[in-house]
């Protein structure tokens, strides 16, 4: 079992920043491949960010890639995603999510998840 808890999200102007946290627990964390995945009102969860367990392997989605960067402490059990040049749509909740040794594109393939952290990118 692994715990998973957000933090960092808040409101920020359109090209500003913010950078989220995710602090884990439980379960030996190097072990797990990370995602960041979000979801707006009326829309599919999506991953945007995706990173390997050693750290040495990253992927984004199209819609975020050179905007956001996805990186993690092992030490420290945490993942974290900076945002940059943020836009209005890239508004939604932002998870953490965690899946054993591969990331994943499709979101149904995490295994725990966090409780979430809102964004809002205000125009």
């Known amino acids: 079992q692994v715990q998973l808890v957000e933090s960092g999200g808040g409101l920020v102007q359109a090209g500003g920043s913010l950078r989220l946290s995710c602090a884990a627990s439980?379960?030996?964390?190097?072990?797990?491949?990370m995602g960041w995945l979000r979801q707006a009102p009326g829309k599919e969860r999506e991953v945007v960010a995706a990173?390997?367990?050693?750290?040495?392997?990253?992927d984004y989605s199209d819609s975020v890639k050179g905007r956001f960067t996805i990186s993690r402490d092992n030490v420290k059990n945490t993942v974290y995603l900076q945002m940059n040049s943020l836009k209005p749509e890239d508004t939604a909740v932002y998870y953490c999510?965690?899946?054993?040794?591969?990331?994943?594109?499709?979101?149904?393939?995490?295994?725990?998840w966090g409780q979430g952290t809102q964004v809002t990118v205000s125009s």
């Open positions: 999510a965690a899946r054993s040794y591969l990331y994943s594109a499709r979101p149904n393939n995490y295994d725990y």
């Open positions: 439980g379960r030996t964390f190097s072990r797990y491949a």
């Open positions: 990173i390997s367990w050693s750290g040495d392997s990253t």
